[in-house]
């Protein structure tokens, strides 16, 4: 079955730019979508078809994808933006990466 | 403004099967046009794909829980369900309803409140 691998926790400091990696056989080939969960709370989309971002999603918040890595990026990283990150994608299943803690220290 | 809500047991006992239902409502909503899906979260850990539908019956599943799952709809009331047979621990979780972006079967754009139910 496909995996999608993400590092388990990312620590950022606040207004730097924090970077969250997605990686998988060939993902390059597929689109990726990233999700944004705080405690108790329901996920959010943040970037869907690897690097759109919907209505109301900051800009500091980007997408890219190419050979085995999706990567999220958020720049000018805020405290509001600690969260649960999770990558998805579709891969004759909708398969979703183990989700990535992100701190602003 | 849409908004979707799920409904479930709460409380099911090991062996036992049930049923959770997404009410879609909001300004001339329907299900129709759009893939409609299932995602579960175990506490404390990742989110976990069950199973989505477009309106015409089509269904997809994760491979993992296809033989004990059903997703299904009622477009008369607007809701979409999901069965789950012979419950064990492992599928206590929170259970979120969600809709698939662009009448595509890919993002999840919109999502429920979540509803939690414990195997015991």
């Known amino acids: 079955s496909y995996e999608l691998t993400q590092p388990p926790s990312v620590s950022v400091s606040p207004g730097q730019t924090a970077t969250i990696t997605c990686s998988g056989d060939?993902?390059?080939?597929?689109?990726v979508d990233w999700y944004q969960q705080k405690p108790g709370q329901s996920p959010v989309l943040v970037i869907y078809k690897d690097s759109e971002r919907p209505s109301g999603i900051p800009e500091r918040f980007s997408g890219s994808n190419s050979g085995d890595t999706a990567t999220l990026t958020i720049r000018g990283t805020r405290a509001v933006d600690e969260a649960d990150y999770y990558c998805?994608?579709?891969?004759?299943?909708?398969?979703f990466g183990g989700g990535t803690r992100l701190t602003v220290l | 403004q849409l908004q979707l809500q799920e409904s479930g047991p709460g409380l099911v006992t090991s062996s036992e099967n049930m049923s959770l239902t997404c009410t879609v409502t909001g300004d001339s909503v329907s299900i129709r046009g759009y893939f409609w899906g299932w995602v579960r979260q175990p506490p404390g850990k990742g989110l976990e794909w069950i199973a989505s539908m477009f309106h015409t019956g089509t269904t997809f599943y994760n491979p993992s829980l296809k033989s004990r799952v059903t997703i299904a709809e009622d477009t008369s009331k607007n809701q979409f369900s999901l069965k789950v047979t012979s419950v064990t621990a492992t599928d206590t979780a929170v259970y979120y309803c969600?809709?698939?972006?662009?009448?595509?079967?890919?993002?999840?754009?919109?999502w429920g409140q979540g509803t939690m139910v414990i195997v015991s």
């Open positions: 060939e993902l390059g080939d597929k689109y």
């Open positions: 998805q994608a579709w891969a004759t299943t909708l398969v």
């Open positions: 969600a809709r698939h972006k662009g009448g595509e079967l890919r993002a999840f754009d919109l």
